[in-house]
T-cell receptor, first 115, second 114 residues
Framework: AQSVAQPEDQVNVAEGNPLTVKCTYSVSGNPYLFWYVQYPNRGLQFLLKYITGDNLVKGSYGFEAEFNKSQTSFHLKKPSALVSDSALYFCAVRDMGTGFQKLVFGTGTRLLVSP | GAGVSQSPRYKVAKRGQDVALRCDPISGHVSLFWYQQALGQGPEFLTYFQNEAQLDKSGLPSDRFFAERPEGSVSTLKIQRTQQEDSAVYLC????????????FGQGTRLTVV
């Protein structure tokens, strides 16, 4: 079965510094990977996805993610963090095993950006 | 509508009560998913519809959970005889068909069973 792991429960970074939120994946076949962000009392908002092609994927709000096949990682990055980026971030992988394309989510990483 | 709409936003149910949660997906989206998110956890898959057909219900935790999408648009998740462990946020998502497409989520329904 497909799965993703987010090894950090929380990431702390100062405003203006670069941020990285880690995600590793385990899949059979081609990985279809996604990042979502969740603000308090809100649903999940799509940030970006990797399907194929360029290993560096650019998404919403200045976020990007780097796909690394050899390390089976898909880390989320941003060159300069904002306080407003503080939220819960989820990595997800498309589970192709059943053929019905459900997303399997990680446990989430809380990002806290301090002023 | 512009996004996925879920109602009610909040629901408090007494243990043993039946509840119905509604999801109105983005117009034209063939795929519809229900997820359950416990406090501090990632969303867990419940069930999947392609149009009106329920193709995967492997995540439904018990036979007290039932979902339908009779006309291939609005979906309802019903929980019978609610238990305290059913307390969670229930998220609905919709997408175009295909493994390359992203899913768009509603704001969720927070269910509290007392």
């Amino acid at each position: 079965a497909q799965s993703v792991a987010q090894p950090e429960d929380q990431v702390n970074v100062a405003e203006g510094n670069p941020l990285t939120v880690k995600c590793t994946y385990s899949v059979s076949g081609n990985p279809y990977l996604f990042w979502y962000v969740q603000y308090p009392n809100r649903g999940l908002q799509f940030l970006l996805k990797y399907i194929t092609g360029d290993n560096l994927v650019k998404g919403s709000y200045g976020f990007e993610a780097e796909f690394n096949k050899s390390q089976t990682s898909f880390h989320l990055k941003k060159p300069s963090a904002l306080v407003s980026d503080s939220a819960l971030y989820f990595c997800a992988v498309r589970d192709m095993g059943t053929g019905f394309q459900k997303l399997v989510f990680g446990t989430g990483t809380r990002l806290l950006v301090s002023p | 509508g512009a996004g996925v709409s879920q109602s009610p936003r909040y629901k408090v149910a007494k243990r043993g009560q039946d509840v119905a949660l509604r999801c109105d997906p983005i117009s034209g989206h063939v795929s519809l998913f229900w997820y359950q998110q416990a406090l501090g956890q990632g969303p867990e898959f419940l069930t999947y519809f392609q149009n009106e057909a329920q193709l995967d219900k492997s995540g439904l935790p018990s036979d007290r959970f039932f979902a339908e999408r009779p006309e291939g648009s609005v979906s309802t998740l019903k929980i019978q005889r609610t238990q305290q462990e059913d307390s969670a946020v229930y998220l609905c998502a919709s997408s175009f068909q295909g493994e390359r497409t992203e899913a768009f989520f509603g704001q969720g329904t927070r269910l509290t069973v007392v």
